[in-house]
C-alpha cells in the first residue's frame, strides 16, 4: 500500500512558478513508477508527467513540456513538480499517483493504482 499527500498549490500570478510536492508512505516508494495528473473543472483528469522509479525515465505532456519538471527523492520518500511560466490553463487540481511496485513508468491514468487527495493550483492572468 501507498499513500500519497499533495502539497505546495496555491494562488499564482502567470509567469509565475510553484513547486508541488508528494510525500509517500510506504515501504515501496523507490520501487513505484509515479506520476502527476490534473483535473480542471468539467474535464477529465489528464497527463502531465512521470517518472520510472530510478528517476531515469521521465515523460511530459506536450502541454507542459519545457515548463515542468518531475523529480523524486528516494531517501526522503517524496515527488517533486516544478512548474514554471505557469499559464491560466494550467489552473487545476494536481494529483499525484503511484503504480504498484516495480511496474514500469506510463502516461496512462488507468495504470496508476494509489492517488493522492489533490492540491489545488490557481494561475491568474
Known amino acids: 500500500q501507498v499513500q500519497l499527500v499533495e502539497s505546495g498549490g496555491g494562488l499564482v500570478q502567470a509567469g509565475g512558478s510553484l513547486r508541488l510536492s508528494c510525500a509517500a508512505s510506504?515501504?515501496?516508494?523507490?520501487?513505484?513508477?509515479m506520476g502527476w495528473f490534473r483535473q480542471a473543472p468539467g474535464k477529465e483528469r489528464e497527463f502531465v508527467a512521470a517518472?520510472?522509479?530510478?528517476?531515469?525515465?521521465?515523460y511530459y505532456a506536450d502541454s507542459v513540456k519545457g515548463r515542468f519538471t518531475i523529480s523524486r527523492d528516494n531517501t526522503k520518500n517524496t515527488l517533486y513538480l516544478q512548474m514554471n511560466s505557469l499559464k491560466p490553463e494550467d489552473t487545476a487540481v494536481y494529483y499525484c499517483?503511484?503504480?504498484?511496485?516495480?511496474?514500469?513508468?506510463?502516461?496512462?491514468?488507468?495504470?496508476?493504482?494509489?492517488w493522492g487527495q489533490g492540491t489545488q493550483v490557481t494561475v491568474s492572468s
Open positions: 499517483a503511484a503504480r504498484q511496485a516495480e511496474a514500469t513508468v506510463s502516461r496512462a491514468r488507468s495504470e496508476y493504482d494509489y
Open positions: 517518472i520510472s522509479w530510478s528517476g531515469i525515465t521521465t
Open positions: 510506504g515501504r515501496t516508494f523507490s520501487s513505484n513508477a
